[in-house]
């Protein structure tokens, strides 16, 4: 066995003690010395819902030990999150861009060309695809704009992500933690559009119902990144559907690290099983728990680096040979360009139960920096992405290019395209009805 396995599978092994206490302390820089929760203004932009040039501001979480996360209310994105290493090195370890009119322009922009990277923000109405942009509900059909392929992806061309958020009480400030509670209203029918208008050639329906969204992001000593999402139907008569996740690309060698860099980071996914998909990315039909990742590529049971088989299209991917949306035998790694699914997560066991009682969604380990990574979360999935899609054009926050290899995703999540498939857990949410669920990143070195 390498050195450097062995040293993942001891820092991931031992990743959970380290994120429940607090970290070691870590030099002056974006850390404080203390608990600490600050608020600026980060420009004006155009409010879709309203056409009004809106303020937003930027809050720093920042903990005793270092770690320090920027988090913008355009989006309710995740700009950045600062890390010490071993040896008491800050980096960023997240992807994102410096300004707004970054954010504006790149992250998400509303056309029909897959969209943009959707750096750090909080996606919705509906996280990942949906088949054709269409789902039934409420005794009608519904469609949404196409904005991936043939299918809606994110919300469709103004998601969430493309919104500017508002603060909702006071900020948070104690003894054990400081955050944040941002706010949005998403109208019945969000996402609609008229016939001919980017996506919707016959019209868009949009979503149904009147939704309130609140988002309470949270940092404590212990390196926790806390996200907390309350949906709330505000409709008396109609249900709708809704999936939201963070979309951080996470990269602990630090974003501005060499290109391929999070290529030889280790990952490890608390899951058995995963969703193969059709040519377009959405699930296979008949398979409510994926198919076993033993024997593929997609195993992650124990600790791999992402570069390591990223590659073998030819190796076997469990999906099943009768299918017929893959009549000519597509590998599942070949369709994404890398990793771009969803991990049915175990079931939660006393081993996998982490703060707040929450369960193991997976862990990531740097070798170079010692830094690591832990995820834990309420939701049954989580979709593995590996950046496939980042082809250099990008400039990140630090001024360097973002290309393959620069960045990961765990978006924790339901999985794509409930709407339409009855074998997995339903995404509805009745007139009247409360969502909430919790995820945390645990951060360490």
């Known amino acids: 066995m390498g050195a450097a396995l062995v040293a993942a599978l001891t820092a991931l092994g031992a990743l959970a003690a380290a994120t429940a206490s607090a970290a070691p302390a870590a030099p002056a820089g974006h850390g404080g010395g203390h608990l600490s929760i600050s608020k600026q203004f980060f420009g004006k932009t155009i409010e879709p819902y309203?056409?009004?040039?809106?303020?937003t501001y930027r809050y720093t979480l920042t903990n005793a030990n270092g770690v320090s996360i920027d988090l913008l209310s355009y989006g309710a994105i995740t700009q950045a999150i600062w890390v010490p290493s071993r040896n008491g090195h800050e980096a960023d370890v997240v992807l994102g861009f410096k300004t707004l009119q970054d954010y504006v322009t790149f992250a998400s922009p509303p056309v029909t060309a897959n969209g943009g990277p959707y750096f750090g923000e909080t996606v919705g109405r509906y996280a990942n695809r949906i088949a054709l942009g269409t789902f039934k509900l409420n005794g009608q059909t519904y469609t949404l704009p196409i904005n991936n392929g043939v299918n809606a992806l994110h919300g469709g061309l103004n998601g969430f992500g493309n919104h500017i958020w508002h603060q909702v009480g006071p900020l948070i400030h104690n003894s054990h933690e400081v955050g944040v509670t941002l706010q949005l209203v998403s109208p019945n029918g969000?996402?609609?559009g008229a016939a001919g208008s980017p996506g919707c050639p016959s019209g868009c329906t949009g979503y149904p119902a009147q939704i309130t969204v609140d988002v309470t992001f949270t940092l404590n000593n212990a390196g926790q990144y806390g996200i907390h999402y309350k949906v709330h139907n505000d409709s008396k008569t109609l249900s709708t559907v809704q999936n939201l996740t963070n979309h951080s690309y996470f990269n602990l060698a630090g974003e501005n690290s060499a290109a391929g860099s999070a290529y030889g980071q280790y990952v490890r996914i608390n899951a058995n099983n995963y969703s193969p998909t059709d040519t377009t990315q959405i699930p296979l039909p008949g398979l409510a728990n994926g198919v076993p990742v033993a024997g593929t590529p997609f195993d992650f049971r124990a600790p791999h680096t992402i570069g390591s088989r990223i590659s073998e299209v030819s190796a076997p991917d469990n999906t099943p040979a009768s299918d017929a949306s893959l009549t000519k035998g597509e590998s599942q790694l070949l369709i994404a360009q890398g990793y771009d699914h969803n991990w049915v997560l175990n079931a939660q066991t006393p081993q996998t139960t982490g703060p707040d009682g929450l369960n193991l969604a997976a862990r990531a380990f740097d070798p170079g920096?010692?830094?690591?990574?832990?995820?834990?979360?309420?939701?049954?999935?989580?979709?593995?992405?590996?950046?496939?899609?980042?082809?250099?054009?990008?400039?990140?926050?630090?001024?360097?290019?973002?290309?393959?290899?620069?960045?990961?995703?765990?978006?924790?999540?339901?999985?794509?395209?409930?709407?339409?498939?009855p074998l997995f857990a339903s995404t509805a949410l009745g007139p009247g009805k409360t969502f909430n669920s919790t995820t945390i990143f645990g951060f360490s070195s």
Not at 50 to 55: A, I, K
Request: charged content about 10%; overall charge negative; proline content about 6%.
């Open 50 to 55: 309203t056409n009004v040039n809106t303020p």
């Open 190 to 192: 969000d996402a609609s």
């Open 369 to 421: 920096s010692g830094r690591a990574l832990a995820v834990w979360t309420d939701q049954p999935g989580v979709q593995f992405y590996s950046g496939n899609f980042l082809t250099g054009t990008l400039v990140g926050i630090s001024g360097n290019t973002y290309r393959q290899g620069a960045g990961y995703t765990f978006e924790t999540q339901h999985f794509p395209n409930a709407p339409n498939n």
